[in-house]
């Protein structure tokens, strides 16, 4: 499966809505890779309110240091009541990003208790087509804050990323959750998936 995005004509972050994953309802997402450059998701949910879901990068071995990360270390918890036969799961606190390369294989595992909820969104760089530009790639910086983060220090991030040369294509709000976003243009390679912890 190739979730299809639009090719194009200048940097920009293609819509989508917030997704529910829920015990009732949807309760995971397939592996697939995007059809664009970069991905990203934040968890607007507050993990106790669900069992299971997380990020599944099937293709990916898990770190030396599991403690290295965060995100991965949460893993090592969640592994033991529902282990994927490969790879890693990224286990997001509230607020945070997951940002990946879009051409990287990944789930999102089954929920099994409760909702989850993630706002996804998919980023794309001009060109006819993203996965012939590989050399062109500026990733993504994702400024996500959460609730206690205030308006001020979301601005001082945006202006620190556009005196680095780069440009914010978006800033969010998300008002159910007190949470912010904004998503910008950096000249920094990526070359994983990379975890941006929440404001705390
Ligand atoms: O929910 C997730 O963790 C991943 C979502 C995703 O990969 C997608 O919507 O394309
Ligand atoms: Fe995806």
């Given at each position: 499966m190739?979730?299809a995005?639009?090719?194009?004509?200048?940097?920009?972050?293609?819509p989508?809505?917030?997704?529910v994953?829920?015990?009732?309802?949807?309760?995971?997402?397939a592996?697939h890779?995007?059809g664009?450059?970069v991905?990203?998701n934040?968890?607007?949910?507050?993990?106790a309110?669900?069992?299971?879901?997380?990020?599944?990068?099937?293709?990916?071995?898990p770190?030396?240091?599991?403690?290295?990360?965060?995100?991965?270390?949460?893993?090592?918890?969640a592994?033991?009541?529902?282990?994927?036969?490969?790879?890693?799961?990224?286990?997001?606190?509230?607020?945070?990003?997951?940002?990946?390369?879009a051409?990287?294989?990944?789930?999102?595992?089954?929920?099994?208790?409760?909702?989850?909820?993630?706002?996804?969104?998919?980023?794309?760089?001009?060109?006819?087509?993203?996965?012939?530009?590989?050399?062109?790639?500026?990733?993504?910086?994702?400024?996500?804050?959460?609730?206690?983060?205030?308006?001020?220090?979301l601005?001082?991030?945006?202006?620190?990323?556009?005196?680095a040369?780069g440009?914010?294509?978006?800033r969010?709000?998300?008002?159910?959750?007190k949470t912010?976003?904004?998503?910008?243009?950096?000249d920094?390679?990526?070359?994983?998936?990379?975890?941006?912890?929440?404001?705390?």
């Amino acid at each position: 499966m190739n979730l299809a995005c639009a090719a194009a004509t200048e940097p920009r972050l293609l819509p989508d809505p917030a997704v529910v994953y829920d015990e009732n309802g949807q309760r995971e997402l397939a592996p697939h890779t995007d059809g664009c450059l970069v991905s990203f998701n934040i968890l607007l949910s507050d993990p106790a309110d669900f069992d299971g879901g997380g990020t599944h990068f099937l293709d990916l071995a898990p770190p030396d240091d599991p403690d290295a990360d965060p995100a991965i270390a949460r893993d090592a918890q969640a592994r033991a009541a529902n282990p994927p036969d490969t790879g890693i799961v990224a286990y997001s606190a509230q607020g945070d990003a997951v940002v990946h390369s879009a051409k990287l294989t990944h789930a999102a595992r089954p929920v099994v208790r409760g909702q989850r909820l993630v706002l996804v969104g998919f980023a794309d760089t001009p060109g006819p087509r993203a996965d012939q530009k590989a050399d062109a790639v500026r990733s993504v910086y994702l400024i996500s804050v959460k609730e206690g983060f205030d308006d001020a220090r979301l601005d001082d991030a945006i202006t620190a990323v556009t005196q680095a040369g780069g440009s914010v294509l978006q800033r969010a709000a998300h008002d159910k959750f007190k949470t912010l976003s904004a998503l910008a243009f950096v000249d920094v390679e990526l070359d994983g998936p990379v975890h941006i912890a929440g404001g705390n």
